[in-house]
């Protein structure tokens, strides 16, 4: 079974960048089956895709394109976010999942880290 952590600091100020760090066992961050996804949830909302790696190739969403990055390191079995420019209003708990390249649906979450932008 795939067990999926997140790692990263729990505080960052604004205007900084965000980074955490997907650690994957249990499977290859190589393998076709999956998009290897990051997920936040602000406090009091939704779900929200941030964005995916696959193959080595990139997807993000629209509303972040701008100032976010993933990437991957295959000797680690590890995947990244890092977001720029952080405001209060990126606080939320980020998840790293793994999405069926078939179903589109989470196979796979993380347990989630909580990241607070606060000065």
């Known amino acids: 079974q795939v067990q999926l952590q997140e790692s990263g600091p729990g505080l960052v100020k604004p205007s900084q960048t965000l980074s955490l760090t997907c650690t994957v066992s249990g499977g290859s961050i190589t393998t076709s089956y999956y998009y290897w996804s990051w997920i936040r949830q602000p406090p009091g909302k939704g779900l929200e895709w941030m964005g995916a790696i696959y193959s080595g190739s990139t997807y993000y969403s629209p509303s972040l394109k701008s100032r976010t990055s993933i990437s991957r390191d295959t000797s680690n079995n590890q995947f990244s976010l890092q977001l720029s420019s952080v405001t209060p209003e990126d606080t939320a708990v980020y998840y790293c999942?793994?999405?069926?390249?078939?179903?589109?649906?989470?196979?796979?979450w993380g347990k989630g880290t909580l990241v607070t932008v606060s000065s």
């Open positions: 999942a793994s999405v069926g390249v078939v179903t589109r649906g989470v196979i796979y």
